[in-house]
């Protein structure tokens, strides 16, 4: 079975700390993406990656910086996090080379608190 | 630029019943994908349903099928003989072509099943 798995379910963090959040995809997909999830926002793109070490950014990128060393892995930092990022967090991942109408694979998300 | 809108927050059926979910969307490509996607509690997205935007039969997959309306922009889903397991968000999606294309996401509907 197919599986993006997040390494967190919630956390908790102070502000001006510095998040990691990480995301391992286990089906060799090219592509994969952050999203941040809020009420009545609906999920906005954050950054992805279609490549090993290559990165696009998404809607809202501020404050949030990314890292793909290894295909499998995509990483989210908050380099200093604030209140204001307090949201849950989705990962995806799916394959490149088609049409663009791949399914996205999700992990299960990622609620953070920041404090 | 693409934008979906979703404009019902939350709705509710009765078990068995039929309901339809609206969804319209803006975009200046020829040719693009629509995804219906389904959050449960459990919060893992999964997809329920796409359509390419140059078929005009209408997708269906089980007890979920769409409305595609191209020239009104709407992609409606409608789901019959609703189960209590059909409890959930839904998004509504879409995406131009290409295979590092973005997906830009509804803001969600959420949707109850009642006994």
């Known amino acids: 079975d197919v599986k993006v798995t997040q390494s967190s379910r919630y956390l908790v963090k102070r502000t001006g700390e510095k998040v990691f959040l990480e995301c391992v995809q286990d089906?060799?997909?090219?592509?994969m993406f952050w999203y941040r999830q809020d009420p009545g926002l609906g999920l906005r793109l954050i950054y992805f990656?279609?490549?090993?070490?290559?990165?696009e950014k998404g809607d809202i990128p501020e404050g949030y910086s990314v890292s793909r060393e290894k295909k499998e892995r995509f990483s989210l930092i908050l380099e200093s996090a604030s209140t204001n990022q307090t949201s849950m967090y989705l990962c995806?991942?799916?394959?490149?080379?088609?049409?663009?109408?791949?399914?996205?694979?999700f992990g299960s998300g990622t609620q953070l608190s920041v404090l | 630029a693409q934008t979906v809108t979703q404009s019902q927050p939350e709705m509710s059926v009765q078990e068995a019943e039929t309901v339809t979910l609206s969804c319209t969307y803006d975009t200046s490509e020829s040719n693009y994908y629509l995804f219906w996607y389904k959050q449960p509690p459990s919060r893992q997205m999964i997809l329920v349903i796409r359509q390419e935007a140059y078929k005009q039969q209408n997708a269906t997959e089980n007890r979920f099928s769409v409305n595609f309306q191209k020239a009104a922009k709407s992609f409606s889903l409608k789901i019959s003989d609703s189960q209590l397991g059909d409890t959930a968000m839904y998004f509504c999606?879409?995406?131009?072509?290409?295979?590092?294309?973005?997906?830009?996401f509804g803001t969600g509907t959420r949707l109850q099943v009642t006994l």
């Open positions: 995806a991942s799916s394959f490149a080379g088609g049409l663009g109408n791949e399914k996205l694979f």
């Open positions: 990656s279609y490549d090993v070490k290559m990165k």
């Open positions: 089906m060799d997909h090219e592509n």
């Open positions: 999606a879409s995406r131009p072509p290409g295979t590092a294309s973005k997906l830009t």
